[in-house]
Structure formats: C-alpha cells, structure tokens
C-alpha cells in the first residue's frame, strides 16, 4: 500500500485528478479498449471531479472511451432526490464531461428486485473488463462504499443496513435529521472493489484520522472495512496532514520518504 501525503484537500485532489487522467490516457495510448473507472460520491471527490472537468473541458482529457460504475447508492430514495448518488453524480460530474450516457452506471435503489439488481451489477463489471482503477472516499468508520463495520472483506454487490453513525453523518445532506436519511443501500462488495487492478482511495480532515490509522497500521478486518486494502498489490491512500494526524510518527516518515524517493 502506498500513502501519498499532501498539504490539503487541494493539492491530494489534483494529485488524484492527475493521476487517473493519466491512467486514462496510457490506456488510450495501447489498446481501443475501454478505460474502466470505478467512481465514489461523498464531499471528499468534489474537488478531484472539478479538476477532471477543468481537464475535459481545456480538451487534455476525454471520457468517451470510459465506462464508469459507481459504487454504491441509497435504498429507497427517488433518483430525482437531490441527494441520490444519481443527482449528486450528475451535478458534480457527468453533466460537465464526455462520458457518453450509456458508459453511466449507477446502481437502481429503487429495483423491484434488488438482489437481482445487485448481481446484474457484478456481472455488467465483468462483461466489460473489470475495473482499471476504483475511485474510493472512506467513512469516518473506515467503510469503504457502504461496506459498514462487519462487512465481509470477501463480500460483493448486494443489500445493505447503514449503521446509525453512517446515518447521523450523512444527515448533514438531508437538513441534518437523522431519519430522512435511507435506513438501506445498495452497495459494490469490498471484493469488488478490490477486484480492481489498481484502488486510489481519498482521505481528507481530521475526521478521517481513526479510519487511517485502522486501515493502515491496524489488521486486515472486517471491523474497519478499507484495511483489506493492505491485501492488495496496487492500492494507494491519497491523504492530506490533517488525516494522517493519528499515524505513528515512524509510518508518517516512511510513507514520506517512498514519495520523495519514488517522486510521487
Ligand atoms: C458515504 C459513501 C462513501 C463515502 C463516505 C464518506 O458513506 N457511501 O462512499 O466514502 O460517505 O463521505 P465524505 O466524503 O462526505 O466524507
């Protein structure tokens, strides 16, 4: 696992702007094959979705051949609600890029069958070549998606009950009560996320200290859901100060020290 740290939010976000433009282009570069993008809401990507549409826009970046896959979404909630994942990923993303509509995929909350949904969803990933890079946030509890505490780290698509810390978090997004936010949603497994060739996950503010410090130094579990991307050869955890505040001092400097010698 690498940790790249930055000042702030800014300069982690430009960091893993570039970094997956890049990813992007290097594909286009060697193959007419699809560049497959795994993608994540939450305020933590706003600032790295902004400077890919700066990118699109100034024509250094297309993503017509990409074809993206969010990662979770809530159960339940209309998608015209201003805070489904489907709203939220137009208004930051999709309605300022070249994605042709069809790449778009988000999972229904509001399938009549949901199991159904959520295994057509894994094999849509599959039918179109795994992912190339998987986009991720993290929860102050260390979910990765909406993989809560005692979520199998072998676990994939399907139904889940969001935790009332999970709840009371995002109940900032619905007026700030508690009880408009869905009790349910729908989300990628852990392994499903992990099943992508590279994971770039980010991490901003003090907030996210504990889920770093689980995820990093502690064991691979199911209680802190992004630790099993120490199982993974390509992971890599994009950080500001403020978020690395709970790291031991020795890891602090070793990841410091890989991003001065291998110039990240
Ligand atoms: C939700 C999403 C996660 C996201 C997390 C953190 O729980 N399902 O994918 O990582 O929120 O959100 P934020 O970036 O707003 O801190």
Known sequence: M????????AEGSLWAAHHIADRIREKAARTSEPFVLGLCTGSTPIETYAEL???????ELSFKNVISFNMDEYAGLPES????YHSFMHRYLFDHIDEPA???HILNGNAPDPAAECAAYEEAIVKAG????????VGEDGHIAFNEPFSSLSSRTRVVTLTRDTREVNSRFFGGDFNQVPKQALTVGVATVLGSREVV???FGSKKARALKDAIEGPMSHYCTLSG??????GVIVCDELSVGELKVNSYRYFKAVEEAENL
């Open 2 to 9: 690498k940790v790249i740290i930055r000042n702030n939010s």
């Open 53 to 59: 549409i700066r990118m699109v826009k100034a024509g």
């Open 81 to 84: 609600h201003p805070e489904s």
């Open 102 to 104: 069809e790449n778009i």
């Open 130 to 137: 795994g992912f190339d890079l998987f986009l991720g946030g």
């Open 201 to 203: 996950i980010l991490a």
């Open 229 to 234: 991307l120490q199982s993974h050869p390509d």
